[in-house]
């Protein structure tokens, strides 16, 4: 296939993935469910276990290894541009403006599900090798097997708290402070994961210096990009497009150093100046970062979902899928219940904030597309962890269905997240 057949065959495969996406987004929010949940759904149904079952090949049609070379780039790059909206969401002074409770339930709601996953790990190594993870008990793939348990959404979590309204409640507000600090907590943890299967890499003295030029578009950039997003003179697309090169400068730092791209945009975000008068970014500027994610994910979605063939699950991973999802599911309840025990939260309430902080959504996938990349999971273990994000997700509003009989209890004012203002809530999560 030549280049000229390549771009047209890209574009055509471009138009199914963004046209399934978007309608299976809808049909999902129509149904009570977060949109990334049909986005997902589409990526499987794209993939082996749907179209690749029908006759004629239909999934390499539509994929060749031409066009998903293409598709790849445009997947990491939904990936920097994300990740990069959820670094300036990040407000790291939670932990100064919330109570003990809050501290509990983000420590129990975190540490709780990691070392479940942990001890499911050691525990059942040997089945887990059989079905594509680590053979050896190296603390890197095992780590990275705990934090799978121990992710949340936070923004498919605000997206199920709007639609809930549960703004304003307490069990509202308990949550997403909670899930906040336990988003620091699980990129940490995931990042010094993914350091020990780190290839060697460049030669120290490269090392070095491109250690040198991440500490420089971090730090010494800082007045620049801040005098860029103050001013209010200036080209609105150059300033974006400024802040997408910062960005995509950043992830190749570290992607150069030996790390994933995705903590580079990560870091990008949270270092960004904070210019407004709460101390966040400019609501306009991730707005427009969140509407270049929602329209670039789905091609994530679709290649996320590639190597997952549900038909070909064997019988021992079905049984993993059903106690990891479960696990997955009871730890989060458990943890934010026995978190909040003894405060003035009802005992309905203390299974809610649990309840919440069971939705994983677009965060978990991320993870596990790193996990894949260092080598840590593959086969079966891959498809089996990526249907339990999935499932978890989608039980959260049936189980909030149940809690939420009766009317919650109204906590104190606090104004809606940036990513409910800019995105809705529902496009990403």
């Excluded at 990040?90 to 509990?104: A, I, K, P, Q, S």
């Excluded at 080209?235 to 400068?249: E, F, K, S, V």
């Excluded at 049984?319 to 943890?335: E, M, P």
Aim: proline residues 6%; aromatic residues 4%; charged residues 10%.
């Amino acid at each position: 296939m030549g280049t000229d057949g390549q771009i047209t065959h890209l574009l055509a495969a471009a138009a199914v993935i963004l046209c399934a996406a978007q309608v299976a987004g809808r049909l999902a929010r129509r149904l009570h469910q977060p949109a990334v949940i049909g986005q997902l759904l589409a990526g499987l149904a794209l993939g082996p276990t749907l179209l690749g079952r029908l006759p004629g090949g239909l999934t390499r049609l539509l994929l060749p290894p031409s066009v998903s070379a293409a598709l790849s780039g445009l997947a990491q790059l939904a990936l920097v541009v994300f990740l990069f909206a959820v670094g300036c969401e990040l407000d790291l002074r939670v932990v100064r403006r919330r109570t003990r409770l809050v501290l509990n339930v983000a420590a129990a709601g975190f540490a709780l599900p990691l070392a479940v996953g942990l001890a499911l790990a050691i525990g059942f190594h040997r089945e887990i090798a059989a079905l594509g993870g680590p053979r050896s008990l190296q603390p890197g793939p095992v780590l990275f097997l705990g934090v799978a348990l121990s992710i949340t959404a936070v923004p498919v979590l605000t997206a199920v708290i709007r639609e809930n309204r549960l703004q304003q409640t307490r069990v509202g507000v308990v949550s997403l402070a909670a899930a906040g600090l336990m988003d620091v907590l699980g990129w940490a943890v995931l990042t010094f994961a993914l350091l020990t299967a780190a290839p060697q890499g460049p030669a120290w003295p490269l090392r070095l210096a491109l250690l040198a030029l991440l500490v420089l578009l971090l730090f010494a950039l800082r007045p620049l990009l801040r005098r860029l997003l103050m001013g209010t003179a200036g080209d609105p697309a150059l300033r974006l497009g400024l802040l997408l090169g910062h960005a995509c400068a950043v992830a190749w730092a570290t992607s150069a150093l030996g790390l994933h791209s995705i903590v580079g945009a990560l870091l990008a975000g949270v270092c960004l100046p904070r210019t407004t008068p709460e101390g966040t970014v400019p609501v306009v500027v991730v707005e427009r970062l969140h509407g270049i994610g929602a329209l670039l994910l789905p091609f994530f979605f679709v290649l996320s979902a590639q190597p997952v063939d549900i038909s070909a699950i064997p019988p021992t991973g079905l049984l993993a899928l059903l106690v990891v999802t479960v696990a997955g599911i009871t730890v989060k309840v458990a943890a934010g219940a026995l978190a909040s025990h003894g405060s003035d939260l009802s005992g309905r309430e203390r299974l809610t904030v649990g309840t919440l902080l069971s939705t994983r959504g677009l965060t978990e996938l991320i993870a596990l597309n790193a996990g894949a990349q260092a080598g840590f999971i593959g086969g079966a273990l891959y498809g089996v962890l990526v249907l339990m994000a999935l499932i978890t997700t989608m039980a959260t509003q049936p189980l909030l269905d149940v809690l939420l009989g009766k009317r919650l209890p109204a906590a104190e004012p606090v104004p809606r997240p940036v990513s409910d203002r800019a995105s809705g809530g529902a496009a990403v999560g």
